[in-house]
């Protein structure tokens, strides 16, 4: 599945999904249960997600033998994996940072500091308006494929995915150390310009 990806302005990564912020973005429905928005901008891709209620959100991410699991819940970690022939392997497992709910100084740092350090930032559960859920992910243009698989924070076992179709066995529960994954499922991006 190609998506194809307008330019757009940068977003606040706060929870709230503003109506001017995420306008002209490609918007998605995800069954009845969720809206998935996307836009690019300086080299960022920013994802936002309007949600029934509060969720765990966890974006796959490919680009070449690497592939990343960026995961916002009561905090902000990276998973990463390597490609060994046709398996993934895990590398790095995750690591909880930037748990404040608030965008008060220290917390501001601390997330712009996780920004520059792991390529990423998002808002995580209960920030904001709660079923709003925003990442910035820079180097956008160097992403192959992207899937989405999401958790109600009240029933997380009850799992769902964008494309909708996917499987996987990354989930429920922790990530395994040796991984079947097939990134073929997942969208390609096309991000278009101005």
């Not at 501001?108 to 390529?119: M, W």
């Not at 998002?122 to 698989?149: D, F, K």
């Not at 769902?160 to 989930?171: G, N, R």
């Amino acid at each position: 599945m190609k998506r194809r990806v307008p330019e757009g302005s940068p977003i606040a990564v706060d929870g709230i999904m503003e109506l001017e912020e995420w306008a002209g973005a490609l918007a998605v429905e995800i069954g009845e249960r969720a809206t998935l928005r996307l836009k690019h901008a300086d080299g960022f891709l920013f994802i936002g997600l309007e949600t029934q209620e509060p969720v765990v959100g966890n974006v796959l991410l490919q680009a070449g033998d690497n592939l990343r699991i960026l995961h916002s819940s009561a905090a902000l970690g990276t998973a990463i994996y390597e490609r060994s022939e046709s398996l993934w392997q895990r590398t790095r497992d995750f690591i909880w940072q930037c748990r404040s709910r608030m965008l008060t100084g220290s917390a501001v740092q601390q997330r712009n500091a996780f920004l520059e350090e792991e390529g990423w930032v998002a808002s995580i559960t209960y920030m904001g308006e709660g079923n709003h859920l925003e990442y910035e992910i820079a180097s956008a243009e160097s992403i192959e494929r992207l899937a989405l698989v999401l958790l109600p924070s009240s029933h997380p076992a009850d799992i769902f995915t964008w494309p909708e179709e996917l499987t996987q066995d990354l989930f429920p529960g922790p990530i395994r150390a040796i991984a079947t994954i097939d990134p073929k499922q997942w969208a390609s991006l096309n991000l278009e310009s101005k």
